[in-house]
């Protein structure tokens, strides 16, 4: 069998990380014997399996996306943009099935790194990853699931637009502000909702202006404000409880001044690359990195194409992962034990083959460590690796149950 030039490659790679790193090679196996599996609701079972070449403990959920009963949902920790809080509490307040920890976080506020969207709604959106760890300016693969409940791995950033007045602004962010760059130090439009809080933040630093919005019927995938007041200079304006706040600076403020009261703002909040569907995703989550693509194992190009530190690809870790199966179908939600003598943890290559193991054909790696933490009606099963027992948490990924 003659191999692509790209699969080729990263069997190669796959290989050399291998032996760099002392990790065993999980060969053409599955990952151990899976124990009983236990039937969650329709469409959700679980299992664990243990595997002695690690060793390896993994937790496995797998949930059936053709069941019309099941639904996911990508949820915020406190139901704030800030704020942590244990898995198993997120999936209580949302009476979840299934809870599984997503994406990085900052530990003192624990805002996320990533794009997040939850029944449609932006929560946050951004053009860079807001992380401390990345090698170079960059953005990290997230998952999506689409309107029609399609699921998908890819580098998403935002696509948002504005227009009034026959003028299109450029949405460059969603409840922040884009990362300054040379080119965004002069100009900048973002728009802030009430999940940002009541107020704007206050800039004195440079020329903006702000336009308050109160929201109406949308148009399709449109969204549509009208303008409450005249655009005004600075900053500080009071976001309304049922609308929005458009901002912008330097050479985007002009055109901001000429919206007057009464004006109607459409807005598209969108993400390219754009879904299959073309429409704005349902749900919206982030990770680090991609480790799965197209069923070829890419862990071991991480650090080229994400940015990811050594520490984090190519040590063995607890872990928490999401898989996909080729025809979209299938959900697989993983962790993997780690920093105990029964089970050692992954590296992001070993990870990568134990979902390829499972059935997935694209995946992507949570946060993990102290982090990993999956939920199955209630109870924490998985063993996690903090002293102090489960961590809190920026968000999550939930399987729910429709009634």
């Known amino acids: 069998m003659r191999l692509s030039s790209a699969r080729f490659r990263s069997r190669v790679h796959v290989a050399l990380l291998l032996l760099l790193t002392g990790s065993a090679p999980l060969g053409g196996q599955a990952i151990g014997r899976p124990g009983p599996t236990t039937t969650v609701a329709p469409g959700i079972?679980?299992?664990?399996?243990?595997?002695?070449?690690?060793?390896?403990?993994?937790?496995?959920?797998?949930?059936?996306?053709?069941?019309?009963?099941?639904?996911?949902?990508?949820?915020?920790?406190?139901?704030?943009?800030?704020?942590?809080?244990?898995?198993?509490?997120?999936?209580?307040?949302?009476?979840?099935?299934v809870a599984l920890n997503a994406d990085f976080f900052d530990l003192r506020t624990?805002?996320?790194?990533?794009?997040?969207?939850?029944?449609?709604?932006?929560?946050?959106?951004?053009?860079?990853?807001?992380?401390?760890?990345?090698?170079?300016?960059?953005?990290?693969?997230?998952?999506?699931?689409?309107?029609?409940?399609?699921?998908?791995?890819?580098?998403?950033?935002?696509?948002?637009?504005?227009?009034?007045?026959?003028?299109?602004?450029?949405?460059?962010?969603?409840?922040?502000?884009?990362?300054?760059?040379?080119?965004?130090?002069?100009?900048?439009?973002?728009?802030?909702?009430?999940?940002?809080?009541?107020?704007m933040p206050r800039d004195t630093t440079r020329d903006g202006a702000e336009v308050a919005l109160q929201a109406i019927a949308p148009s399709g995938d449109t969204l549509r404000y009208v303008a409450i007041s005249n655009a005004g200079d600075g900053s500080g304006s009071a976001i309304p409880p049922a609308g929005a706040v458009l901002a912008a600076f330097g050479d985007r403020a002009p055109a901001l001044r000429t919206v007057r009261s009464g004006d109607t703002v459409r807005v598209w909040l969108g993400i390219q690359p754009a879904l299959a569907d073309g429409r704005p995703p349902a749900q919206?989550?982030?990770?680090?990195?991609?480790?799965?693509?197209?069923?070829?194992?890419?862990?071991?190009?991480?650090?080229?194409?994400?940015?990811?530190?050594?520490?984090?690809?190519?040590?063995?870790?607890?872990?928490?992962?999401?898989?996909?199966?080729?025809?979209?179908?299938?959900?697989?939600?993983?962790?993997?034990?780690g920093r105990a003598e029964r089970s050692v943890g992954m590296t992001l290559v070993e990870l990568a083959e134990a979902l390829r193991r499972l059935g997935a054909w694209d995946g992507l790696n949570f946060d993990g460590g102290g982090s990993t933490t999956l939920v199955v009606d209630g109870r924490v099963v998985n063993r996690t690796s903090d002293p102090t027992g489960e961590r809190p948490v920026g968000n999550a990924l939930l399987v729910l149950e429709r009634r």
């Not at 890819?154 to 026959?166: C, H, K, P």
């Not at 990362?179 to 130090?185: D, E, F, V």
């Open 45 to 97: 079972t679980w299992y664990q399996t243990a595997d002695p070449r690690g060793p390896w403990q993994l937790s496995v959920v797998r949930v059936d996306l053709t069941v019309r009963s099941v639904a996911l949902r990508a949820v915020r920790a406190q139901g704030a943009l800030t704020g942590r809080e244990p898995t198993s509490a997120i999936a209580a307040r949302d009476q979840a099935r």
């Open 110 to 199: 624990g805002a996320t790194e990533n794009n997040t969207v939850t029944d449609g709604e932006w929560w946050q959106g951004r053009l860079v990853t807001d992380s401390p760890f990345d090698t170079y300016d960059n953005v990290h693969a997230q998952f999506a699931l689409s309107r029609s409940g399609v699921p998908s791995i890819d580098r998403y950033v935002l696509d948002g637009r504005a227009w009034v007045r026959g003028v299109l602004f450029p949405i460059l962010g969603v409840n922040a502000w884009p990362r300054s760059t040379p080119i965004l130090a002069r100009e900048g439009s973002a728009l802030f909702t009430p999940r940002a809080g009541t107020m």
């Open 284 to 337: 919206l989550v982030g990770g680090w990195p991609r480790i799965l693509e197209r069923g070829v194992n890419v862990a071991a190009e991480a650090a080229s194409r994400e940015g990811t530190i050594s520490r984090n690809a190519e040590a063995r870790h607890p872990r928490s992962a999401v898989g996909i199966s080729r025809d979209r179908t299938t959900l697989w939600l993983v962790t993997v034990d």
